[in-house]
């Protein structure tokens, strides 16, 4: 009797949602279980789509061709996010050896960690470390130098469609934007402590935002008024800055008198900006420019000789601090070898899984 009440009390019933499809991040609840719904969660990525609360891993096939893994050896997955990369490291270990999954977000780290522990993977094999992977040397000079390192960089796709996150605009929810809720300000501090020219600079240095000036400007109006706590309200912030700004020539050509299309085009820019500028704060929040210089410096003296490293970038600016440094490195005689020419997902890949679209593959292997 005792037994039943329990299980009563843990039974949580699923969230109700009015229509014929969930359409809120909490109301998912098929996609949030996909150890339960296998086929639904099939049948969303078939569709080109992304479950709720997963990350499907791009370029995997690439990956594993570069990193070459041989069984017994020492890996280090710098940026482990779902699991989905280490996983399949894994597989190529058969058993033998040791990885190291890094990851500074600790929500999503507890429930990767559940997840790989339930295929059976002891710490022997696999162990977690709530860490940045800036920090690779001190976790080097601890563990010994490593045969493989992979560097997944951005955020994942459950942080992304998690609103309490704050990563979209798309979703309302308290503009957060950190990688780790416990450090560091959040983004509404942020944008409350910072100026119109650093704004601007920011927008541009980050994310190459063409109407940097005019976000900005309505950004420190908009904050006089009252404080920007919400995507939402930066959304609208970054809309009403660009009702009225010129739409580029070859854009309103396109659009001709047409009202309707003057409309669309004019949603889609700001569309294109509301991502670009949240992109911009988050990179700015977290620090992830300066992280990766400094991960990127201690790349060659983690790996060990002949040891490779792959790199899977989202956006220019991460590209041209991957690019520069190993090009540097590679002249100094740090690396015997490194990508000559980006490395692309394919477009069946870019199909299924949408997110890949922009993703660039660099690697390097140690000298």
């Known amino acids: 009797m005792e037994e039943k009440k329990r299980d009563n009390q843990n039974h949580q019933r699923r969230v109700h949602y009015s229509g014929k499809y969930p359409r809120r991040f909490e109301e998912k609840y098929k996609e949030l ?5 296998s086929e639904e969660i099939q049948h969303v990525i078939a569709k080109g789509n992304t479950p709720a609360g997963m990350h499907i891993p791009i370029m995997v096939k690439e990956i594993l061709e570069i990193l070459a893994i041989k069984p017994g050896e020492r890996g280090f997955d710098a940026t482990l996010g779902y699991g989905g990369h280490t996983l399949a490291m894994l597989e190529q270990l058969q058993g033998q050896g040791h ?4 990851d500074v977000d600790p929500i999503e780290s507890k429930k990767t960690e559940a997840r790989i522990r339930a295929q059976g993977f002891g710490p022997d094999l696999w162990e977690l470390r709530n860490m940045n992977f800036c920090q690779l040397d001190d976790l080097a000079a601890e563990v010994g130098r490593f045969d493989f390192i992979l560097a997944d960089l951005g955020v994942s796709s459950m942080q992304i469609d998690n ?10 929810g308290p ?7 416990a450090a560091g300000v959040s983004a509404a501090e942020r944008l409350a402590e910072m100026d119109k020219e650093s704004l601007i600079g920011m927008l541009v240095e980050n994310a190459d935002e063409p109407y940097a000036e005019a976000i900005a400007k309505q950004i420190v109006n908009t904050g006089r008024r009252q404080r920007i706590e919400t995507t939402s309200q930066l959304h609208e912030v970054v809309t009403k800055a660009l009702q009225r700004v010129k739409l580029p020539p070859e ?8 009202t309707k299309k003057q409309v669309a085009a004019r949603e889609e820019l700001i569309k294109k900006s509301s991502a670009r500028v949240f992109q911009a704060l988050r990179i700015d929040v977290n620090h992830e420019y300066e992280v990766l210089y400094e991960f990127m410096e201690k790349l060659p003296g983690a790996l060990a000789p002949g040891g490779r490293a ?18 540097a490195f ?5 690396y015997r070898d490194i990508a000559v020419d980006v490395i692309r997902p394919g477009r069946e890949e870019c199909y299924q ?3 890949a679209h922009s993703t660039k593959l660099r690697w390097a292997v140690r000298a």
Do not use: C, M, W
């Not at 609103?163 to 309302?172: H, L």
């Not at 590679?330 to 740090?334: D, K, N, R, Y």
């Open 353 to 355: 899984n949408s997110r």
């Open 99 to 102: 990885l190291i999954g890094g």
């Open 251 to 258: 854009i309103e050509a396109q659009a001709g008198y047409s």
């Open 330 to 334: 590679h002249q100094l005689g740090e």
């Open 175 to 181: 503009l957060d934007l950190r990688l780790n809720p």
């Open 163 to 172: 609103p309490e996150r704050g990563f979209t605009y798309k979703n309302d």
């Open 310 to 327: 792959a790199i899977l970038t989202f956006h220019s600016g991460e590209d041209r601090i991957v690019k520069k440094a190993f090009k």
């Open 33 to 37: 279980n996909p150890e339960h719904y």
